[in-house]
């Protein structure tokens, strides 16, 4: 058992609601005390962490990455061992996985196979979502079952009905008629499948197969009409909603109408759609950065950070499920419809969200943390053991140098891919050093963590 004392020393304190200098005591795994600057005894613990210069943040949540993931004749770069390395050095201290239930098969059974795949591997604490690709009587029995064990939160797609992947209105309502009852929140993938079926056979009829033409036969009506049939489902049977990954200026208006009007409806965006557009998909490395929903237009990377800032979208995500880029070419065949969608970016989150958003005045460093790590807290019931600095959570703390300047990509970065998606941009701030649960996992940008010590978090949302 840890029962170390340690003292976070010189560093200014970054929380959802303010920024302040002082300093913490940490006892074994939890924060057991804030302080104005020198007040703790520095002779009555086992060590001081020098935090000078340095902003003192709680540890960030990733509540939507693809670890291991089979998809499109290949599997995601990231698995639990290399993909919470590369978390780590980004400042991630938990993150939340999903679990795919087979087509008509146990929700259960693969929440097993999802807990095997993690044990002994982890470097940060991890949870994971339920992914439903059914309504049946055996899936609907079982939600509660999944509530049960520490997983309230379970996906669906109003897409890929091509791969049976796909859930009907009908399939909705029931979905939301047992997360009311049961106390879980049904996170949904929105895009209109009628409306992207019918545009991929009109380009492919036209010849075209350029990686642009993922934008144009995904565009952003289908994610808002499918965004607004969800809300409209919410009207007639109300529990509580996440729409996964919004992309559109549009789509925020929706949801901020919906969350004015009372209804429990909540959403993220990623990394990506506040910094890249549509048109890297013209340039010569296009196939890579084919995700769904597509990248968009400027105009709408505008809306997604002012709705960031205003609070309508509560969190950023990434959404990390990149494919190894020789599989993207060999299984694109030369076709966007082929490319398998995905974009790794566990590490680069704090990162780019401080050298695009605080830095430029887009927002503040309390809301970044409100973004990435209280909101998702609360909201995936990991508050309050994680998301904040009070007394009482886990000492889950980054140490982050806002002053560092460096030029990000691939070759310096952790993740298991030779393909960044930010590529040579030039970075302000950089990660020195992560603990979870009092244990340093990075220091001064070293790994000194060790696979294994990670912890599989049980979640419970807030009544």
Known sequence: MNTKKKIVRGGTLVSATGITAGDLLIVGEKIAAQAAPGILDAAAVDEVIDAQGMLVLPGLIDPHVHFNSPFMGTVTVHDYENGTQAAAFGGVTTIIDFSTQPKGGSLLANLEQKEEEARGRTYIDWSMHGILLDAGTQTLAEIPELIQEGVPTYKCFTTYKHAQRMVQ???????????????????????????????IRQALAAGNYAPIYHARTRPPEAENIAIQRVVDLMRQVTAPVYIVHTSTAQSVEIIAKARMDGLPLHSETCTHYLALTEEYLLGPKGNFYICSPPLRKQADVDALWQAARAGFLEVVSTDDAGVPPEDNLRLSQGRFDKTPNGIASIETRLDILHSEGVCKGKITWPQLVALTSTNPARLFGLYPQKGHLAPGADADLVLYNPNSKWIMGAEVLHM???????????????????LVRGQ????????????????????????
């Open 169 to 199: 209105d009908d399939d909705i309502v029931a979905l939301l008629e047992v997360t009311a009852r049961h106390g879980g929140m049904l996170m949904v993938h929105c895009e209109n499948d009628s409306i992207i079926e019918y545009s």
């Open 416 to 434: 298991n891919t030779s393909f960044c998606p930010f590529e040579g941009w030039e970075i302000s701030g950089q990660v020195d050093s992560v």
């Open 440 to 463: 340093d996992v990075i220091r001064n940008r070293k790994l000194v963590g060790q696979p294994g010590f990670g912890r599989r978090v049980f979640r419970r949302l807030e009544a």
